[in-house]
Every structure is written in C-alpha cells, then in structure tokens.
C-alpha cells in the first residue's frame, strides 16, 4: 500500500516537470505534430511497399511509377518531419532543463549549512549535472520515442485489421508474447554480465593490491596464498561467465526459434488463407514494426522509471526549508550595525550531534569598535562562535543580539553583508585575482580594487606579476602562497569596509616577511570596526581590548592579556608559557 503511495507520489511530482516545459508549449505542439506527421508517413511505407509488388506482379508500369514517386515523398515528408521534430524538442527541452537547473541550483545554494554537513559535494553535483541529463534524455528523446511507438502500434494495428483480421489475430496471439519474452530475457542476462564485471574486477583487486604490497606479501611469504586467493577469484568469474555465455546462446536461439518461426508462421498462415504477395509482404513489415514498437515500448518503460527516481532526487532537494535571503542593495537604517555584540547564555550543539554539546552557556559582550580575542585548545569552539555570529546556524540555547536587537530581528542577507571573515584557509574561485578581490564587493571599481590590494599589502606582489591583477589564479592558474592568499582575503574585506571583522588567524606558520605585511594589512583593517580574532599565535593579540579563553566550548577566563597572563595556573598563562619557550 506505501509501495503505491509512494509511486504515486513519484508520478505526481513527474508531472510537475512539465511545469518548466509548460513556457515552450508552442514549440512543443509543433514538435509533436511533426512527430504525428512522420509516424503516419512511417507507416504508409509498408502499404505502398505492398502496392509496388503487386503493382510489379501486373506489370502495370504506369501504377509502378506512381507508387515508386509516393514513395519517395512519403520518405521526404518523413525526413523533414523527423528532423523538424528533433529541433523543436531538443529546443523546449533545453531551455526547460536549463529553468531546472537554474532552480535547483539556486535552492541549493541558498540552503542552510546544516544541509551541507550531512551531503557529500559529489552527490549534489551529480543530482544537477546527471539526474537533469537523465531528464534531458527523456525529455528530448524517450518521451518521443513512446508516442512514435504508441502510433506505430496503433497505427500499424489498424492496417493490419484493414488488410486482413483473421490474420492479424493470428499475429497477435504469437508475435508480442515472443517480443515481450525476448526483451525481459535480454534485460536479466544484462543483469547478469554486470556481476561477470564485478567479479572479474574483484578479481582485479587482488592483483593491484598484491602487487601495490609487494613488500608485505615478499615479506610474509605469502606467495602461494595470493596464487589461491587469485586463482578461487578467476575461476569464479570464469564460471559465472560460462553461465552467462549459455544464457546469450540461450537468447540467439529463442531471437532465431520464437521470434523468426513467429514471422515464419504469419507468412505461412497468410500463405494459407490465400493473401496476395504485395499484402502479405506489407503485412509482415507492418508485423515487424509493431514487434519491434513493443520490444522498444519495454525499454523506454525502464528508462522512464529512471527518470522518475531522478526527478524524485532532484525534487527532494527543492522539498528542504532555504534560508530567507534576499539580495542586499541597501542597508536600511534600522538593520545598519554600530557594532555590539553580546552573546548570553548561548548554547550550541550542531544539528545531527544533539547529544554532543559544542557551546555551553556562553556570555560575554563586544562594545563597538573594540577588538575581541578568541582564544582556546583545538576544537574549544572558537569556530563555532563565528558561525553563530554569522547566523550559520542558529543557537540551541541563549540570545546573541547586535546593538541590543536580537539577531533574529535583522534580515539574514543584510546581516552578514555588514560582516567580513578573513579565514584561515582562504578559498580562491578560478578566476583572476581581480575577480577574487572584487568577490568582497561586487560593483568595485578598478581603482577602488587596487586601493583595496594597496591597503591589504598585496598591491606590491600583485604589481610585479605580469599579468598583474588579470593573473588566473587556483587550480588551471598561478598558485599563490599562503601569506599572498591571506593578503587577497583582506583586500576583499577592506573592500566590503564590514562594521564587524571576523579574523580566523593562520595556523600554518608565514614566513617573517610575510608575517609582518599581513599583520600590517590587518592592523590598517582593524581600526575604526569591531573585530573578532580567533587567535593561534599569542603574540598578536596583546593589544586587544579583551580576551575570552575558551575550553570545551566554556568561557574559563575572560581579561585582558595583562590580567591574564597573571593568573597563577591559568589556562591561558600556560598557553603563553608553551608558546613563547618552544
Ligand atoms: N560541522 C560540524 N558538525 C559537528 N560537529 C562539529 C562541526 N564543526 C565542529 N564540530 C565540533 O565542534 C567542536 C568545536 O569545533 P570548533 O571548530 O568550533 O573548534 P575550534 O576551537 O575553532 O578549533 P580549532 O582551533 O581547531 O579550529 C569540536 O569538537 C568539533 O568536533
């Protein structure tokens, strides 16, 4: 009963595809009358076929010549059709998958996080790029097939009957059993090659690792092991693929036996209720035809249950709750930050890890402008009081509030427009480092960019590149190092000119130099904003106003470096002490 429940469910949300056809109708309808057209073309070439035998067997030229010229019209007419009929399909099918992809797409992104944690990147991008080829597949092709099959059918029916019903009765009774017979017998004997593939891939395996491990299997002697172990797998894969050898041969003898002898046996019965050449040659092309629709009718069965599971994976993604985003064109005033923060009794577990408590109980307060250190043991949860600031997540527990305004209250996108991160791994799309700079900002100008590279101590290596700002960076362009990355993600900042600034300081160690110039550029950044350091090395982080030391996601000590470094057993303190001596 679910079982149903459930297809029904697939079915009707298949049906809502052809929402995004829907615009193309015109183009569609057209579509489909070139397939009606070529269709019926299709099937008045066995008839006439017929007639230019019969007309042959009389030696009428004048009829033969009239049948051979309608002949090659009705080719022409059906390849014209058939052309036509692909152009305007592919055409709605694009642009309607295009619309699909665009919609999906843009769900996706604007999910919220948690969506993200429990998703592999692989899974989702193959639900856009090959669940929508599988639809495009459909769409320009099965769907077509399957009306060209049913009028073939049909149509082809109706000839028959015209011709003869005693006959087609006859065909009737033996043809579509075999038909149908030899197509599900193919289908599992495809089934059963892929586990030929699979075992000889096992197989496979023995020999990658064995040969990979070499070392190992020398060294424990295991040769004659191995020899088993690959000679059992072989021969398996051996067995199952004798098996499946004689299931082929099976299948050629059924293809020559039932499906041939059925032809054999309409022709013969044909011959016996006294039919004339040219008829019974049409009947048997007619015959062929709707055989062939049926065995193909099976098939884009199959390839439509795909595309249903397909629009299944696909609509489940548009089923998941998106954040409430909006593009930011202007602050308005009530949503413009002055810079306070306060965070009050937060608690934070991640969604999925509820039993796993990441923030207990947080409080602490950031007056404008200040600038606040985060400070603690790997996986304290320093990280995680960034995502709550930036609405990542929601907390579990507690209020944060801006400017005494609960953070609810201000629209998600305007919030984090007036926040900038400079994270420790800073990410460069694939473009040119003036569009990964402009990335803070998006209606920068060049100027405003090379201000921006300037302020961040970045202009100086950007300028000596040949390329300059125009360098193609990441995978397919120049690899920046670290510290220039780090440069690239201030300008970005310096661009955004953020009310609050978020720091994710570098773990990886700069070089002196660069060191040097970053801190520079992120001193120069600091003034006139709030900011939030989440800080690795202690050394930087003397002049900040506060510092808030965290231990499994509670606050254990909160001053100034100067009062803290003079708490005897502090936390703290004893961070300093192992730093500062190695
Ligand atoms: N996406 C996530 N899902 C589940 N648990 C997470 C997730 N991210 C972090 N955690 C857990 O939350 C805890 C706090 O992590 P967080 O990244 O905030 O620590 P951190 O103090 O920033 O550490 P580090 O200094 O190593 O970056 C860790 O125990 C971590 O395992």
Same mark, same amino acid.
């Given at each position: ?25 015109? +183009? &569609?309808?057209? $579509? @489909?009358?070139? *397939?009606?057209?070529? %269709?019926?073309?299709?099937?008045? /070439? ?52 295009a619309s699909?992809r665009q919609t999906i797409y843009n769900h996706l992104i604007q999910l919220p996080m948690?969506?993200f ?34 009028? +073939? &059918?049909?149509? $082809? @029916?109706?000839? *028959?009957?015209?011709? %003869?019903?005693?006959?087609?009765? /006859? ?105 004339? +050449? ?6 048997? *092309? ?36 998106a954040e409430p985003l909006s593009p930011v064109t202007a602050i308005a005033p009530e949503d413009a930050l002055h810079g306070?923060i ?26 404008a402008n ?16 960034v995502s709550?600031l930036l609405r990542l ?9 801006f400017d005494?305004k609960?953070i609810?209250q201000f629209p998600l996108s305007a919030l984090r427009s007036q926040m900038a991160t400079v994270p420790q791994d800073v990410f460069l799309f694939g473009g040119t480092i003036l569009e990964n700079i402009a990335y803070g900002r998006e209606d920068a100008t060049e100027e405003e960019i090379i201000e921006a590279a300037q302020k961040a101590n970045a202009w100086e290596f950007i300028e000596r590149l040949p390329l300059g700002l125009n360098t193609i960076v990441g995978e397919r362009g120049m690899?920046l190092?670290?510290g220039q990355r780090q440069r690239i993600a201030i300008a970005r900042a310096v661009l955004k000119q953020p009310r609050i600034l978020i720091l994710d ?12 110039l970053v801190?520079d550029a992120l001193n120069k950044l600091m003034e006139g904003r709030t900011s939030i ?50």
């Open positions: 009963m679910t079982a149903i429940n459930h297809h029904k469910k697939d079915i009707s949300r298949s049906l809502q595809l052809f929402k995004y056809l829907q615009p193309y109708w015109a +183009t &569609i309808a057209a $579509g @489909l009358l070139c *397939l009606v057209i070529s %269709s019926l073309a299709g099937l008045a /070439f066995p008839e006439m076929l017929g007639r230019l035998i019969d007309a042959s067997k009389q030696d009428n030229m004048r009829a033969i010549h009239i049948t051979g010229l309608v002949l090659i019209g009705l080719l022409t007419v059906q390849s014209a059709a058939s052309f036509f009929r692909t152009v305007l399909f592919v055409k709605a099918a694009e642009k309607a998958l699909l948690h969506f944690l429990t998703r592999r990147v692989g899974e989702l991008n193959s639900r856009i790029s090959s669940d929508v080829m599988l639809l495009q597949e459909t769409f320009t092709t099965t769907l077509a097939e399957f009306i060209r099959q049913l009028l +073939t &059918i049909v149509g $082809g @029916l109706v000839f *028959l009957m015209l011709t %003869s019903i005693n006959l087609t009765i /006859f065909m009737l009774a033996i043809l579509p059993v075999m038909v149908i017979v030899a197509v599900v017998f193919g289908r599992s004997i495809r089934h059963f090659s892929q586990k030929v593939q699979d075992q000889v891939a096992s197989s496979s395996t023995v020999v990658e690792e064995t040969l990979q491990g070499i070392f190992s299997v020398k060294a424990f002697a295991n040769e004659f092991r191995e020899m088993k172990r690959y000679r059992e797998r072989t021969d398996e894969a051996a067995n199952i693929g004798i098996q499946n050898g004689k299931y082929r041969a099976a299948l050629s003898s059924f293809i020559i036996m039932g499906i041939f002898g059925a032809l054999v046996a309409v022709i013969w019965r044909g011959a016996v209720i006294g039919l004339d +050449t040219g008829k019974l040659f049409s009947f048997v *092309l007619y015959s062929v035809f709707i055989g062939s629709s049926i065995g193909s009718l099976t098939e884009i069965y199959a390839s439509l249950q795909k595309s249903i599971g397909a629009t299944e994976n696909l609509f489940a993604i548009l089923d998941e709750p306070n306060r965070f009050s009794n937060v608690s934070f577990s991640y969604p999925g890890r509820e039993s796993l408590p990441v923030l207990r109980k947080i409080s602490f307060q950031v007056r200040q600038t606040i250190a985060l400070v603690g043991p790997s996986g304290a949860g320093k990280s995680t009081i709550l997540y929601d907390t579990t527990g507690g209020h944060i509030s005494n609960d609810h690899q190092s670290g300081e570098a773990t990886s160690a700069l070089d002196a130099e660069s060191e040097k801190q350091v989440i800080a690795h090395r202690l050394a930087t982080i003397r002049q900040a106003d506060k510092i808030i030391v965290i231990d499994k996601g509670s606050i254990v000590e909160e001053g100034t470096h100067h009062e803290l470094v003079n708490i005897d057993e502090g936390l703290y303190r004893n961070l300093c002490e192992m730093q500062f001596t190695q």
